[in-house]
């Protein structure tokens, strides 16, 4: 059964920093993009990148640019979300998700972690 399993989130003041998880089972992440999604507040689910199984980042969206990073240990089966210099835009609900390609449509998601930006 394939299983992504996000932890980390939490409450940070602007610009803090956090790191996300996502610990992946059932599936091996050599064969598999991992995307990280974000839904805020009222708002539809937007990408904010995608990591390729070799590790490249791709889809990188324009408002997280210079902030968001992301890694992945394939032999671990984990990949991580390290966010920088948070906004209070940024709060919202953050999911990994796990598919063949990047930027498709991810059939395998987390659970989602709240991350809440606010002084």
């Known amino acids: 059964q394939l299983q992504l399993v996000e932890s980390g989130g939490g409450s940070v003041q602007p610009g803090g920093s956090l790191t996300l998880s996502c610990r992946v089972s059932?599936?091996?992440?050599?064969?598999?993009?991992v995307g990280w999604l974000r839904q805020a507040p009222g708002k539809a689910n937007e990408e904010l990148l995608c990591t390729k199984t070799s590790g490249e980042i791709t889809n990188l969206e324009d408002s997280v640019k210079g902030r968001f990073t992301s890694s992945r240990d394939n032999a671990k089966n984990i990949v991580t979300l390290q966010m920088n210099n948070l906004k209070p835009e940024d709060t919202g609900v953050y999911y990994c998700?796990?598919?063949?390609?990047?930027?498709?449509?991810?059939?395998?998601w987390g659970q989602g972690a709240q991350v809440t930006v606010s002084s």
């Open positions: 059932g599936f091996s992440l050599d064969n598999y993009a």
């Open positions: 998700a796990a598919d063949l390609i990047c930027g498709g449509i991810y059939n395998y």
